[in-house]
Nanobody, 119 residues
Framework: QVQLVESGGGLVQAGGSLRLSCAAS????????MGWFRQAPGKEREFVAA???????YYADSVKGRFTISRDNAKNTIYLQMTTLKPEDTAVYYC?????????????WGQGTQVTVSS
């Protein structure tokens, strides 16, 4: 069983920055693929970014160049540094863990943290 707890969400003006964190419980974190997803009101959940255990990263086109995903295996934590935020980035952000190391299959999800970007 893996528990994921997100933090760092909040209200920010357009053009501002936020850093989200996701702390994972349990052993084996360094072998997991980890991802960030988001869901805006009335929309489906969408992929934001992912990081393999090797450190290779992937981004949605909508956030490329503005968001950076990283991981600290010593702290069992991943981060999402978000810059140049736009109102359309407003959503609940979720982190997810892929125990098999694949960025296309996630087994555990956090409860989410709200990010609101005002114009």
């Amino acid at each position: 069983q893996v528990q994921l707890v997100e933090s760092g969400g909040g209200l920010v003006q357009a053009g501002g920055s936020l850093r989200l964190s996701c702390a994972a419980s349990g052993r084996g974190f360094s072998t997991y693929a980890m991802g960030w997803f988001r869901q805006a009101p009335g929309k489906e959940r969408e992929f934001v970014a992912a990081i393999r255990r090797s450190g290779i990263t992937y981004y949605a086109d909508s956030v490329k160049g503005r968001f950076t995903i990283s991981r600290d295996n010593a702290k069992n934590t991943i981060y999402l540094q978000m810059t140049t935020l736009k109102p359309e980035d407003t959503a609940v952000y979720y982190c997810a863990a892929g125990l098999k190391g694949s960025t296309s299959e996630y087994n555990y999800w956090g409860q989410g943290t709200q990010v609101t970007v005002s114009s």
